[in-house]
């Protein structure tokens, strides 16, 4: 038998560098490309705006600022107003609450104390009369009851028909306030501040 000088050492290398060269073909694998493929969109998105306004105050448009003293039954006190909407977006509602502070008999009693009605002019009421003591005509235009007789305390009163449930919609209101005849001595030398409150709800969601 013959042996091969250093076959050990031979079969050895050998076995070596056919390992590397199976880890060498593993590795060349990992370096392939791969198909890929990527897209994108975007979008801007923008709330609206639900704003409502009176008119300026001091001026035709806002008189509900304009105090009223010296009352006794019978009288009257007319103020006119503007309600604007003058944000982006249509509105679902509109609502009315007046409160008293200080308050008294003239708002406490709803049916000796003052009486509310609204009207709205489609076009701008005319003023006559000198401050406080004003008074309001619907000269070419037609005359609209919004809010029918009822105390002039309410809360979350529904004011509808109006022109600024629109956006962009603007609606010349008159107030009146009547101390009613049947209100006695007990009314007499009391007051009572008025403040009104407009609310306006947005309009129903939809898709966009």
Known sequence: M?????GGTTRKVLLSLGALGVTG???????FATFTATTSASQTVASGTVIIALGATGASTNRLTVNASLLVPNDTIQRSFDLSNTGSQDLATLALTTTASPSSLLNTD???????????????????????????????????????????????????????????????????????????????????????????????????
Do not use: K
């Open 25 to 31: 073909a593993l590795a060349g694998m990992g370096t």
């Open 110 to 208: 709803a049916t000796n104390g003052l009486q509310m009605v609204v009207d709205r002019c489609s076009v701008p009421w005319t003023e006559a009369g000198s401050s406080p003591a004003f008074t309001y005509t619907c000269v070419a235009g037609s005359i609209t009851p919004i809010l029918t007789t009822r105390a002039v305390t309410q809360s979350g009163l529904a004011m509808t028909g109006l022109s600024a449930l629109t956006a962009g919609g603007t609606d010349h209101l008159r107030l009146t306030l009547t101390f009613p005849s049947t209100a006695d001595n007990t009314f007499q030398g009391l007051s009572s501040t008025i403040s009104y409150s407009f609310l306006g709800t947005q309009r129903a969601g939809t898709s966009h």
């Open 2 to 6: 013959i042996r091969t000088p250093f």
